[in-house]
């Protein structure tokens, strides 16, 4: 595609509820990241994955956040028994690697009520 | 883990200069400046790597002190769509990548 997407572009959960958020990077782009944006905050790394090396999960901020990118692809952030402090943007980008332009997503606006 | 970065906020007219700072409590090995739009995703600016490299493609022009740990972005003759909040992104050791944003810079520029 022509950027990263991501979808949906708004989610409204309730607590205690599993979301799923996805991206769709630019194709061949090999390295992709997960960002969370607090209202009026910076940018939070939560995870990134390279080519097929294991990804670095350092900052995912607790067991119920996973993330997987299938076939070097799309990748889908997993939210488990959503709490209302998880309510955020969360960013996606997608770069050719290191020392590279990354290219971000609109993101996806959650909301957990 | 989090770059600081300074000032918060600042409001400039057009054509007035500005500078953002941009500190790291651990080493720095490349500096990444992004800019977000109210509402809109960050767009790359630019990267900063040791040894004076820079990669940009933008008439914004940056420094990066290695020994103080810090960068420093310098937007002058300011227009008005410089307007925007200014992150920087610090590397994870030997990956090359923007890891680690600080809270970033709102500038706002006034006709």
């Known amino acids: 595609g022509a950027g990263v997407s991501q979808s949906p572009s708004n989610k409204v959960t309730e607590k205690g509820k599993d979301v799923e958020l996805r991206c769709d990077p630019i194709?061949?782009?090999?390295?992709l990241y997960w960002y969370r944006q607090s209202l009026g905050q910076g940018l939070e790394f939560l995870i990134y994955f390279q080519g097929n090396s294991a990804p670095d999960k350092s900052g995912l901020p607790s067991d119920r956040f996973s993330a997987e990118r299938t076939g070097g692809s799309v990748s889908t952030l997993t939210i488990q028994r959503t709490q209302q402090e998880d309510s955020a943007v969360y960013l996606c980008?997608?770069?050719?690697?290191?020392?590279?332009?990354?290219?971000f997503g609109q993101g996806t606006r959650l909301t957990v009520v | 883990q989090q770059p600081v970065q300074s000032p918060q906020a600042v409001i400039l007219r057009e054509g007035e200069d500005a500078v953002i700072n941009c500190s790291s409590s651990k080493a720095l090995y490349s500096v990444h400046w992004y800019r977000q739009k109210h509402g809109e995703a960050p767009v790359f600016l630019m990267i900063l790597l040791k040894g004076g490299e820079q990669k940009g493609h933008e008439k914004i022009s940056a420094s990066f002190n290695e020994k103080k740990q810090q960068s420093s972005l310098y937007l002058t003759a300011s227009q008005l769509s410089y307007s925007g909040t200014y992150f920087c992104?610090?590397?994870?050791?030997?990956?090359?990548?923007?890891?680690?944003f600080g809270t970033g810079t709102s500038l706002t520029v006034i006709p």
């Open positions: 992104g610090t590397e994870k050791e030997g990956t090359g990548n923007q890891f680690y």
């Open positions: 980008a997608s770069s050719w690697g290191g020392y590279t332009e990354a290219f």
């Open positions: 194709s061949g782009h090999t390295a």
